[in-house]
């Protein structure tokens, strides 16, 4: 199935460089999460992501494909219009753009949707906003009522909350006392520097600071995007299980919660499973593609289907950067996802119009459901 013509809502991306970082960033970054420098030099260039978007990005600067080919061909080329070609190519219509990474080095949100031909909305990160309100507040009560104010502050701006719970104390999200929250946040207080926002990862504050997170998403309706499965080093990938999560959404306090699980790889079967059983529970297919072989990717979108009905599953670049992995991910989503459609429609699993139907809603029709609308 060609799909195209489907133009795309990516409902979780991030912005991307201003020129001069673009121009000088190293090219083999953009296809791992890796920052070792000796996996960058050494191992990046013989990954499959590699060196299919070399070949992918000559095809599209019409070049020989080579790293060298393609970085010739675009430079000297005027940066944003060169990225506005890229995004025109991938059909993106309307992106929903975490802001809080690498927020110093990127487009702010507003930067980002003015240089672009597509609607923009926001997604606001809640360990990073935490994390900005700790150098005013002696005590964790009154930071978590600050946090809890500056939530319903911003929520009718926000298409969602993002959560990277999962990158600093794993998505068993506990209860603690008052007590163990006040001790937690005693030491990070001790621990600041001037002028230095600190990385919160202390399991006691950022669980309750999840959990009225949590309580506001309920009233305002705003789903909770979380990050699962795999990611950059800093991530123990035993706690980023999507299975974890599961209390969430059986706890009566937070019925009504979304859920969209992010990425999952390799979790996507744990992730589909409670697609497929709580009304809450979404899951997403971004970043495991393009991040990874054909093989991955195309099994990836089809155990995501051996449970959650077709109504559960939306597609993300999960793109930042640069433009050109928003043409990566929008290449390679729709064309996986038009191929594990037809195999199902081959083998009887759905029917033509089922298949047609299915390709809408993972590529705009269940995120422009799920997202609200300001
Ligand atoms: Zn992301």
Known sequence: MNLDHISLLDHHAHSVWPEAAWQTAPFAAYFTEAYDPQVLDEHTPHGIFYLRSVRDLAAFYGCEATPDAVLSARAGKPYLELSRRLIAAANIREVLIDDGFLKRELMSFEECG????????????????????????????????????????????????????????GLDIRRWSNVEVEAAYTAIRRDLSPGVLPRISSQPLLDMALRVALRVACETRLPVQFHTGYGDPDLDLRLADPLLLRGLFTDPDLRGLQVVTLHCYPYTREAGYLASVYPGAYLDLGLTIPFTSQHAMRTHVQEALHLAPLSKLLFSTDASRTAELYYLGALWGRRMIGQVLEDCVSIGDLTATEAEDGAMRLLQGNAGRLYPRT
């Open 114 to 169: 003015a240089a672009f031909p597509w609607t923009v909305r926001r997604i606001l990160r809640l360990e990073t906003e935490l994390a900005g309100l700790v150098p005013q507040h002696e005590n964790a009560g009154t930071l978590l009522d600050a946090f809890e104010a500056l939530l319903r502050r911003e929520a009718p701006n926000l298409a969602a909350l993002k959560s990277v719970i999962a990158y600093r104390t």
